[in-house]
Nanobody, 126 residues
Framework: QVQLVESGGGSVQAGGSLRLSCVASGRTFDYYSSTVMGWFRQAPGKERELVAAISWIGGSINYADSVKGRFTISRNNAKNTVYLQMNDLKPEDTAVFYC????????????????WGQGTQVTVSS
C-alpha cells in the first residue's frame, strides 16, 4: 500500500518559516494513483483546499494564488519525499496541512486524491 507521512509542522510567529516534509512509501504498489503529489490545508470550519502540487515525473508545479511567492514545493525522487517550504507565514495560513497523492491528468483535488497523510498542524500567531 501507499503510505504518506507528514512532518515539520509547528507554531511560529507571523513572518516566520516552516518546512514540511512528506515521505511517500509503497508507491510501487500503485504508481498510477500516486503520480501527482499535493499539499492541502484545512482550517477550522473551512473546506480542505489545495496549496501546491508537483508531479514525480517532469516536476510540473502549481500553487494556490494565496501562497504564490511565499511557498515553494519541491521533491527528492531518490528519497520519495515532497517538501513544502513556507516563508512569510501569515495567521491565515493556520491549518492542518495534509500530503496527498493522486492520478495524472489534472490538478489534484480532494475528490481525485486516493492517498492521504494524517496531517500536521501549522499555527501562525500574529
Amino acid at each position: 500500500q501507499v503510505q504518506l507521512v507528514e512532518s515539520g509542522g509547528g507554531s511560529v510567529q507571523a513572518g516566520g518559516s516552516l518546512r514540511l516534509s512528506c515521505v511517500a512509501s509503497g508507491r510501487t504498489f500503485d504508481y498510477y494513483s500516486s503520480t501527482v503529489m499535493g499539499w492541502f490545508r484545512q482550517a477550522p470550519g473551512k473546506e480542505r483546499e489545495l496549496v501546491a502540487a508537483i508531479s514525480w515525473i517532469g516536476g510540473s508545479i502549481n500553487y494556490a494564488d494565496s501562497v504564490k511567492g511565499r511557498f515553494t514545493i519541491s521533491r527528492n525522487n531518490a528519497k520519495n519525499t515532497v517538501y513544502l517550504q513556507m516563508n512569510d507565514l501569515k495567521p491565515e495560513d493556520t491549518a492542518v496541512f495534509y500530503c496527498a497523492a493522486g492520478p495524472p491528468g489534472k490538478t489534484p483535488s480532494v475528490t481525485t486524491c486516493k492517498y492521504w497523510g494524517q496531517g500536521t498542524q501549522v499555527t501562525v500567531s500574529s
